[in-house]
Nanobody, 130 residues
């Protein structure tokens, strides 16, 4: 049972990357799943989440309208399409299951965390150069 991320790399400001999170040993569709990121010296930040029921999506204000979370059930994979990247997006990105959310009135993520029994991947580095 594991999650494996891929797709990170070095990109210039304004560029794009697509991260993948592939599950093995279980079905991603059964879980509320999300992407987190953590930069050196900073708190972990929940950036996007997709629910297990209706596939609703939620984003942090810092990435709204630039990042898109999606899921391919046939491939048991979740994606994070990141456009218009900025240097402040530089971080290790990892995916996780058993995510909990606090949503604002505009459906923006106010807080996002992972339940103790959740599973997370090892992470993939995203570096955006200025």
């Amino acid at each position: 049972v594991q999650l494996v991320e891929s797709g990170g790399g070095l990109v210039q400001t304004g560029g794009s990357l697509r991260l993948s999170c592939t599950a093995s040993g279980f079905t991603l569709d059964e879980y509320k799943i999300g992407w987190f990121r953590q930069a050196p010296g900073k708190e972990r930040e929940g950036v996007a989440c997709i629910t297990n029921r209706n596939g609703g999506t939620y984003y942090a204000d810092s990435v709204k309208d630039r990042f898109t979370i999606s899921r391919d059930s046939a491939k048991n994979t979740m994606y994070l399409q990141m456009n218009s990247l900025k240097p402040e997006d530089t971080a290790v990105y990892y995916c996780a299951t058993e995510v909990y959310l606090l949503i604002g009135t505009d459906n923006t993520i106010l807080d996002m965390g992972m339940k103790p029994d959740g599973l997370r991947g090892q992470g993939t580095q995203v570096t955006v150069s200025s």
